[in-house]
Each structure stands twice: as structure tokens, then as C-alpha cells.
């Protein structure tokens, strides 16, 4: 569900008409309805309220600073895989007892800057890494509290190999026949509490039994931990439900909660504390990706729409394979989509590739794509672009990467201001000879 709409064949956010938004603020152009944000963020936290769970937003999938305010502010706490975006939910006011650092990577200095805000846990990725972050907690005369990220070998069904990670061999956690091992080891630690498990099997999961299994195979070890005289009181159950890159295709969250709330309610009851890691699923349909096209260009039988966006700004299609609807923004009666579909029932579309500026081969945001007839000059909207669109766009070919700007109602505002070429080489200025 979403706040992005056609009326009388024109696009809508919310209550902005986006032909005379492009107008406005040019293209390409990332934008966001602020009501959907709310109405996704409401709906996880009122599926899973018997849980009082600690819902934790995955900054890596739209990680602008007025968003993480914008969920902040309706109690969001953060899911973070980074000093910066420890640095940006600090900024944005988010409860720093209800921020986790994930990522198998964490430098000295990401820990230390995570030590001195006071995160809620560390996310916990291998032996060498719990070592370290005690160490650095014991030098700095602080205690943190820990969750280890279990991998339940659990196939999680995702579109892409790409983003399945709970599998026994993922470079992510350990495998849950370790975690027993790695509990014994290290469960007494004064520096760095080990409290929790984390589980995080991949991205999107369209169904709700892998989940079922990984929280079953987690509270099975957590019994299996009490036995021997050490608590887990904090279980992470990460993230990664699914958004509707088609119509209907995600369950919604009270699906999603009815098996996985009777499953965590004892363990609830006892005094243990959740804690959900939702990201693609506030964010992807909140926002969309603006883009005029160029050119049109035959190459011998196949159509090319050339526009002035591409993988530098987008770039799922080009790394996961990603499906994402694109559709004029203004459209003839008979083009006003019933849904959002890999495949449309209608006759009068021309298959296409919608390509953009980049020079690489690679550079698509769609392939064999039916889409109403277009001209130069006409705008597109990729739906569904909200996570992972622009936190991962780029300055190759040295492009400006697109504004951004948040819907609310009949307002707009620009979040993220339009890139200039100074922008792009400002780091790079020659500077004074640094004195040894």
C-alpha cells in the first residue's frame, strides 16, 4: 500500500502532481510520500504491539537524515552497519538504547564512536570480533551489551542468491552449532554482556515459514543455554519482510505477526526483550525515482529508451537482477495501470529496454519492457524505489546523484539538494602541503 496514484491519467504523490513537481525541481529525482513511511512504520508496530517489541528501522535501505527524524519521532530506533550510520541516527534524535550495530566489519574506531554514544547492542558477527569490541569496551571502562547473529541455515527464499544470508555459510554470524560453543566461551564476559541472539536471514521473504523455523531453531538453543547457567534475554529476529514490487505480492504484517507472535510470547512473558529490524518494507514503496527520457533509438528490431537516470542511480537491476515497474507519469485513459505487474494485459504497449547515460552495457533499469508508447521529453516513474535506490546511487561516468524530496499532503520540501560540479570534485581541490 502506498500514496502514490493516478488521477484522470497523471501521477500522483499524495496530493502532488509529479509532472509539475519534475517541472519544478528537475530531474532525475527520488521522491518520497511521508505518509507512506507513517502508515508502514504504524502498521509493523501495531501487528506486533503485543510484543512491545524494539523496532529498530534499517537505515541501510533510505538513510536520509530527515527520514530517520521522520521515524525517530514516531519511536523508531535504528539498525545500523556503520560508524555514519551510527553518526546519523545520533543526529536524527533516535534513542541511542535502541540503536544495534550490525556489520561484519566494524573498524576500532566505528566501535569506539559506538561505545562513547551508548548503543543498545552490538550485533555480534565472529569470535575475533567479540574479542576486540571487549577489549576496546574494557580500555574505555565501559560495559556494552552484545547479540550474537546466528545463521539457522534456514533458505529464506529470497529473488537472489545475492540476498539470502542466513544460510550456514554465509560470510555473516556464525552457524547455529557454534553459537552453543560460542556462548560457553564467552557468555561471562565483564566488558561486552553476550544477551542475545540476532537473526537475520535475507531479503525480501515473501513467506512467513522461514521465519517460523529460524525463531524455533533460536529459542531451541536459548533453552539449550539456560541448562547450562547462561540467559538470553534479548532476541533479535532482524528484518527482511517483503514490499510490493507487484501488486499484492507481500503478505501484510498481520500476516507475517500471526505466526511469529504466539511463538515469541512466552518468551516475552518470561521478561525477554524483541526486537524487529524493518527496512525494505517502510521504506521501498515510499518512494519512487523520477527520470525524463532522452532519446528513443532503434538498434535493428530492439527499442531503447534512453533516459537521464540509470544504474548509477538505481542500481538493483543491474546487481540483483531486480524487477521494478516503471510507467509514464501521464498516461491516456486506456494506460492507467490497474496494478503494478511484470505483466500487463495490453495490446497497445511496445516492448522496450529503458536504458540509461552510463557507458557500460550493464547500465538498464528494465529489459523486454512493455510500456505505453513514450516521446523525448517524457517523464517516468520507477516505483518502488525507496530502499536501496538512492543509499546506493553513485558518481561513476561523474554524474550528480539525484535530489531528494519528501510528499506530505499538497507540501513538498527538498531533503536533498540537486549535486553540482563543484560538489563532485570539492574533496579533491588541491590543498597545503601537510608539514611532517
Excluded at 498481520?254 to 527496512?279: C, D, H, M, R, S
Aim: charged share 20%.
Amino acid at each position: 500500500m502506498d500514496y502514490f496514484n493516478y488521477r484522470d491519467g497523471q501521477l500522483f504523490c499524495e496530493d502532488i502532481n509529479l509532472n509539475e513537481l519534475a517541472t519544478q525541481v528537475g530531474t532525475p529525482a527520488y521522491v518520497y510520500s511521508q505518509k507512506t513511511f507513517e502508515h508502514h512504520y504504524d502498521a509493523i508496530a501495531s501487528a506486533f504491539a503485543p510484543l512491545d517489541p524494539i523496532i529498530c528501522y534499517a537505515m541501510k535501505s533510505c538513510d536520509n537524515l530527515n527520514i530517520v527524524k521522520l521515524l525517530a519521532a514516531r519511536g523508531a530506533g535504528a539498525d545500523t552497519v556503520s560508524g555514519g550510520e551510527v553518526y546519523r541516527a545520533k543526529l536524527a534524535g533516535v534513542n541511542m538504547k535502541h540503536v544495534v550495530f550490525a556489520g561484519v566489519g566494524k573498524t576500532d574506531a566505528e566501535i569506539r564512536l559506538a561505545l562513547e554514544a551508548g548503543i543498545g547492542y552490538f550485533n555480534i558477527e565472529s569470535e575475533a570480533e567479540f574479542e576486540n569490541i571487549a577489549s576496546i569496551a574494557k580500555q574505555m571502562g565501559v560495559q556494552a551489551n552484545a547479540a550474537l547473529r546466528v545463521n539457522p541455515d534456514v533458505d529464506p527464499e529470497t529473488a537472489h542468491e545475492k540476498t539470502t544470508t542466513g544460510k550456514k555459510e554465509s560470510k555473516f554470524g556464525v552457524d547455529i552449532e557454534r553459537a552453543k560453543r560460542f556462548f560457553e566461551h564467552y557468555g561471562r564476559d565483564e566488558n561486552l554482556r553476550l544477551c542475545g541472539i540476532h537473526l537475520h536471514i535475507g531479503s525480501p521473504v515473501y513467506i512467513v515459514e522461514p521465519y517460523v523455523k529460524s525463531i524455533q531453531k533460536a529459542l531451541t538453543l536459548i533453552e539449550e543455554l539456560k541448562t547450562t547457567g547462561l540467559t538470553v534475554d534479548t532476541l533479535d529476529i532482524g528484518g527482511g519482510f517483503g514490499a510490493d514490487y507487484e501488486t499484492g505480492r507481500t503478505p501484510d504484517f498481520a500476516a507475517y505477526a500471526a505466526q511469529i507472535v504466539p511463538l515469541l510470547q512466552p518468551f516475552k512473558n518470561a521478561g525477554g526483550t524483541i526486537i524487529l529490524e524493518p527496512g525494505r518494507c517502510v521504506s521501498a514503496n515510499s518512494g519512487i525515482l523520477l527520470t525524463r527520457v532522452s532519446y528513443i533509438k532503434m538498434g535493428g528490431t530492439k527499442k531503447f529508451v534512453i533516459v537521464d537516470s540509470g544504474m548509477h542511480h538505481l542500481i538493483r537491476p543491474t546487481l540483483y537482477d531486480a524487477w521494478q515497474f516503471i510507467w509514464p507519469t501521464k498516461v491516456a485513459p486506456m494506460h492507467v495501470p490497474a496494478k503494478r505487474a511484470m505483466e500487463m494485459d495490453n495490446p497497445s504497449l511496445e516492448v522496450c529496454d529503458v536504458v540509461g547515460p552510463i557507458c557500460e552495457s550493464g547500465d538498464y533499469l528494465a529489459k523486454g519492457r512493455a510500456l505505453p508508447p513514450v516521446a523525448r521529453g517524457d517523464l517516468l516513474a520507477v516505483f518502488t524505489a525507496g530502499a536501496y535506490g538512492s543509499v546506493m546511487a553513485s558518481h561513476y561516468n561523474t554524474m550528480t546523484r539525484p535530489i531528494e524530496i519528501l510528499v506530505n499532503g499538497n507540501e513538498h520540501r527538498i531533503i536533498r539538494r540537486r549535486e553540482t560540479y563543484d560538489d563532485l570534485i570539492a574533496l579533491e581541490l588541491e590543498a597545503e602541503p601537510a608539514s611532517v
